[in-house]
């Protein structure tokens, strides 16, 4: 497809379950970003690849969270023994370049749910 | 510290009005960037506009427009004869020229058209 896409679109996790969220980004993009957004606020940054190199993950909340992009394009995040705080969207992101100098491509979120 | 105020939680508009969403940021670094992205219903991040620090001049598009002023370090935007598709949240949102680049969110502004 020409966009970004994630999957799966909707996650329910009980409490203390693992969690592993997919990315897709445009094909060709250098730069990839992970966001958070809970109900009802803007996304909030949580780690940064540009290539395979994940050059800022200051925005991931706990060492419970974990983000990968082996080869430089497809990113998983994961979160591990999932806490109720968890739930949220989360927001995929890529960009040709640098991203201050051009625009972010958002994908659609995973709605993560955790009960 | 960089930051974002949307002070605008929502707004409703009969069609057919001109509405203004408002946007205040803050940050040390001379060289920026700020956004103005829709997220309708469907949840996709909708990007609109991009504006540099060194670029004050306003900017036109169709039925939206955007006035960046760096004396109150507002960019501020203006949808003209607002129709129902309209209806969405609208975020802004800063990247600071270094770093990762990554995206600073506003809150969000809850736009309404009432047909």
């Known amino acids: 497809g020409a966009g970004v896409s994630q999957s799966p679109r909707y996650k329910v996790a009980k409490r203390g379950q693992d969690v592993a969220l997919r990315c897709d980004p445009i094909?060709?993009?250098?730069?990839l970003f992970w966001y958070q957004q809970a109900l009802g606020q803007g996304p909030e940054f949580l780690t940064y690849?540009?290539?395979?190199?994940?050059?800022?993950k200051s925005g991931l909340p706990s060492d419970r969270f974990f983000a990968e992009r082996p080869e430089g394009s497809v990113s998983t995040l994961k979160i591990q023994r999932t806490q109720q705080e968890d739930s949220a969207v989360y927001l995929c992101?890529?960009?040709?370049?640098?991203?201050?100098?051009?625009?972010?491509?958002f994908g659609p979120g995973t709605r993560l749910t955790v009960l | 510290a960089q930051k974002v105020t949307q002070a605008q939680t929502e707004i409703s508009v009969v069609e057919k009005e001109d509405v203004t969403l408002d946007c205040v940021y803050e940050?040390?670094?001379?060289?920026?960037?700020l956004f103005w992205y829709k997220q309708p219903p469907s949840g996709e991040l909708v990007f609109l506009i991009r504006?540099?620090?060194?670029?004050?001049q306003n900017e036109i598009s169709g039925r939206y427009s955007w006035n960046f002023q760096k004396s109150t370090s507002s960019f501020n935007f203006t949808i003209t004869a607002s129709q129902v598709v309209d209806s969405a949240v609208y975020f802004c949102?800063?990247?600071?020229?270094?770093?990762?680049?990554?995206?600073?969110f506003g809150t969000g502004t809850r736009l309404t058209v009432i047909p």
């Open positions: 992101a890529s960009s040709s370049r640098l991203a201050g100098y051009n625009e972010q491509f």
């Open positions: 094909s060709g993009h250098v730069s």
């Open positions: 690849f540009q290539n395979e190199a994940q050059l800022d």
């Open positions: 940050t040390r670094d001379t060289t920026y960037y």
């Open positions: 504006r540099n620090s060194f670029d004050e």
């Open positions: 949102a800063l990247s600071e020229g270094t770093g990762a680049n990554n995206l600073f």
